[in-house]
């Protein structure tokens, strides 16, 4: 059972350009989470989602930043028009869904944007 | 809004010694999660747990519910266990952590 998965490891984007992150739940997990880590500070909560829903974006900056997770496919987050302050490694991490929130991190993008 | 504060911030020992994490909350919570952050970055789930006291290898972990305080202990500590200790509370009536800032442990053999 692969754990979870996510891609780029790492990301480069010059100002302007948009950022597209991949993260592919542990098998049979049906929920995910986004965490920001900005350097030299602590994670932040950004997005929860489960397939095909939005549950909790409370922790998304309203411009730019969107997130999904398809019936089909890896669950994306997105940032337009990046500016140097999005550079950060961002988590995303997912659970089963049923019986218990234990979370399982996955390795991480660390976004550079230049 | 949950707070969440641990301490140390930074905590230097040498190998063997007995380690101490400590975590403390201002609302209540559904339960408390313990995470590993290696140096190259990658995050690992310790313990999740809402009660009482749970063990794993040289882990232990302990909450006290009526306290909204969490410990995270490390026995014969090893320079591999070097890295920063995250807790984090998970609040009633969602899923959502709010994270505390991280002990940074280092374990000097």
């Known amino acids: 059972n692969a754990g979870v998965m996510q891609n780029p490891r790492h990301l480069v984007r010059r100002r302007g350009q948009e950022a597209r992150l991949r993260c592919s739940p542990m098998?049979?997990?049906?929920?995910v989470y986004w965490y920001r880590q900005l350097p030299e500070e602590g994670l932040k909560f950004m997005v929860y989602l489960q397939k095909e829903n939005i549950i909790d974006e409370s922790g998304m900056p309203k411009e730019r930043f969107s997130a999904e997770f398809p019936k089909e496919g890896p669950s994306i987050l997105r940032i337009q028009q990046v500016v140097r302050g999005d550079s950060a490694a961002y988590f995303c991490a997912s659970s089963p869904g049923t019986g218990t929130n234990e979370q399982y991190f996955g390795p991480g993008t660390r976004l550079t944007v230049t | 809004k949950n707070e969440v504060e641990q301490s140390p911030q930074n905590l230097t020992a040498q190998e063997g010694e007995f380690i101490t994490i400590n975590c403390s909350y201002s609302v209540g919570i559904s339960a408390l999660h313990w995470l590993q952050q290696h140096p190259g970055g990658g995050i690992v789930s310790l313990f999740m747990?809402?009660?009482g006291k749970k063990k794993h290898g040289r882990l232990i972990a302990t909450i006290n519910i009526q306290e909204k305080h969490s410990s995270l202990h490390i026995t014969a500590s090893h320079p591999r266990d070097s890295a920063v200790y995250i807790c984090?509370?998970?609040?009633?009536?969602?899923?959502?952590?709010?994270f505390g800032t991280g002990t940074r442990l280092t374990i000097i053999p």
């Open positions: 747990l809402s009660s």
């Open positions: 984090a509370a998970e609040n009633f009536g969602n899923e959502k952590l709010t």
């Open positions: 098998k049979g997990h049906s929920h």
